[in-house]
């Protein structure tokens, strides 16, 4: 182990199939990613005792590539490990289908402001004593099968805790009751201590992200160990359907539900872990009706304030707000900032953005022109299409009321034809537009152009289908800027938002019972207010767009960041 990290000290171990550290470094598809990475940067701003497990992808996600039409073309990822991470002399293995996976781990350290650090290994099995397949296990992310996901997961959960033994980490919220499934029969006493050392957040009410598994691959990954799932209350197989059954108004069946015994991972880490939360309130809420009988709790998300503020406003913020970095609550002073100050650094941030697509695009937007930002995973209940419902009516009022132009970006799933889908639709919704309306989807969507599009745009919309946006990040990213949300009443931005003073809604909340907002009455809802509202105080009041953007600031950056995020985790969850 590197020196400066005591290994008696770490008593948190974060565990996530994807933590997003570096844009260049693949190890990371999305939302998921970029909160662990946020989460593992502010831990080390604040000293706190973590290690970061994750595995390492040698193909990475995928890099995108767009046709003219928006066809979606995914390639393998390049990339040299040891550019990136040092790899460590400690090794671990597992059993999978009865034979002996070995694993090795690549250190990646992450510092803090005040110099304190936090490690992050990523687990690889590409070892000559593996097989070709066992060595492809820790190949791609979100790759492969069901079978292979399994794989991986198991990997990461009982080869994760067996690699920080390997390093001689002493942990608190794990130790060896979290491996027991992998060399011990399951008792009721295993099962009472693995519950005080484990911690669960469920990130999604998407059934998708719900990892359900078929008992034939179960025992094929681990034969010969029927009382592992002795414990019927704990493992839960078949409960999901009854959920899904209970809550059909905004779950989809046809996706969800799955013939014959399955393993659900929700339910094994509900029923194995102390502490459980979900990721806003609402989402707590909605957790609790999915999961009806388990105590949720409720930890809003954040981001990491200094990754996330671009170097014009990090510069304007030294300046009039020391210490912010350090206390992210000091934004509040944000209030005070001279207002020609603040249009400067937007101005400035939004012309590094305009010469990102003009040199990716060959088009040459206006620095002056209302610029609206959509940026985020391509799939179905993002929306990322409900502004351009009415093509006619937005050209009319670009023309009447002031100018628009829009930028788009976001990678579909390899396997999500609906996302796919959507991107054409939104290449054909480009060309429809014309020169009235100017629009741009940028290809291969990555952290460091997520930071650039956030910190660049006049307004960030965020248009999902509620319930189903558990958090949400970016809009919290784009407060950071001064960029304030125009967005539907889901995930965060119930919390954060303050009409007319940290940004704008979009049509009603989604209430239980009540189902979801009619489609209509939240486009009318959108278009109305960016043509009454938002446009007329952009181009007319300059001032008064000023003080909503330094209320962003203010009143969400200051609020919405990992730092409090952890500190809520760390009394109400990790040392309670």
């Known amino acids: 182990m590197q020196d400066g990290i005591k290994p008696s000290k770490r008593s948190i171990a974060y565990f996530s199939m994807e933590i997003a550290l570096e844009s260049a470094l693949p190890s990371y598809s999305g939302g998921l990613g970029v909160l662990a990475g946020d989460t593992i940067r502010a831990a080390a701003d604040m ?136 060399r011990a029969s399951v008792r009721k006493r295993d099962v009472e201590n693995v519950r005080r050392k484990c911690v669960f957040t469920t990130h999604t009410p998407v059934p998708a992200g719900h990892d359900q598994f078929p008992m034939s691959l179960v025992t094929r990954v681990f034969p010969n160990r029927e009382d592992f799932f002795d414990l019927k209350d704990v493992f839960c197989a078949d409960l999901m359907k009854q959920i899904l059954r209970e809550h059909r108004e905004f779950l989809d069946l046809k996706e969800a539900v799955q013939a014959g015994t399955s393993l659900n991972m929700t339910y094994l880490a509900l029923n194995l872990s102390g ?25 809003t998300n954040g981001v990491h304030a200094a990754t996330w503020t671009s170097p014009t406003f990090q510069k304007l913020y030294d300046t009039h707000i020391p210490g912010w970095r350090e206390d992210n609550f000091c934004l509040r002073a944000a209030l005070g900032l001279p207002a020609q100050e603040v249009w400067s650094a937007h101005q400035a941030a939004k012309k590094t953005l305009l010469d990102v697509v003009s040199q990716r695009t060959g088009t040459q937007m206006d620095p002056e022109m209302f610029t609206i930002g959509f940026a985020r995973r391509a799939t179905g209940y993002k929306r990322a299409d409900l502004l351009l419902s009415d093509i006619e009516r937005l050209k009319r009022i670009a023309a009447a009321v002031g100018k628009v132009q829009i930028i788009y970006a976001g990678k579909a799933h390899p396997n999500d034809p609906g996302g796919k889908e959507i991107i054409r639709r939104l290449f054909a919704a480009k060309r429809a537009l014309g020169n009235d309306v100017a629009m741009v989807y940028l290809d291969d969507y990555s952290f460091d152009l997520g930071a650039k599009i956030t910190a660049g745009v006049d307004v960030w919309l965020n248009t999902p ?112």
């Not at 009988?293 to 409720?298: C, E, L, M, T, V």
């Open 47 to 182: 000293g706190l005792p973590m290690v970061g497990l994750s595995l390492l992808y040698r193909k990475g996600y995928f890099r995108q590539e767009l046709g003219e039409d928006g066809t979606q073309v995914e390639h393998a990822v390049a990339w040299r490990v040891e550019d990136f991470l040092k790899e460590e002399e400690s090794r671990a293995s597992l059993s999978i289908e009865g034979r002996r996976v070995w694993l090795r781990c690549w250190r990646y350290d992450v510092k803090g402001v005040r110099g304190d650090g936090v490690p992050v290994y990523f687990l690889d099995a590409d070892l000559p004593e593996n097989s070709d397949f066992d060595r492809g296990l820790t190949g791609s992310l979100y790759g492969g099968d069901t079978f292979y996901r399994l794989c991986q997961e198991v990997i990461l959960g009982v080869g994760g805790v067996r690699m920080l033994r390997a390093l001689l980490l002493a942990l608190q919220l794990l130790d060896e009751e979290a491996e027991k499934a992998g």
């Open 275 to 299: 502490f459980v939360n979900g990721v806003a309130k609402q989402h707590g809420e909605v957790s609790r009706m999915m999961f009806n009988g388990y105590d949720i709790a409720a930890i």
């Open 465 to 576: 289908q509620p319930p189903l946006e558990a958090s949400g990040t970016s809009g919290m990213k784009a407060a950071l800027n001064g960029v304030p949300s125009f967005s539907i009443l889901d995930g965060w931005w119930i919390e954060g938002h303050i009409e007319g003073v940290t940004g704008w809604s979009i049509g009603n909340s989604w209430r239980e019972g009540q189902g979801a907002p009619e489609h209509a009455a939240e486009v009318e809802s959108l278009y109305q207010k960016l043509e009454s509202v938002i446009l007329p105080l952009f181009y007319g009041q300059r001032d008064g767009y000023l003080e909503v953007m330094k209320h962003a600031i203010a009143l969400n950056g200051s609020f919405f960041n990992t730092q409090r995020m952890l500190q809520q985790y760390v009394t109400d969850a990790y040392f309670r």
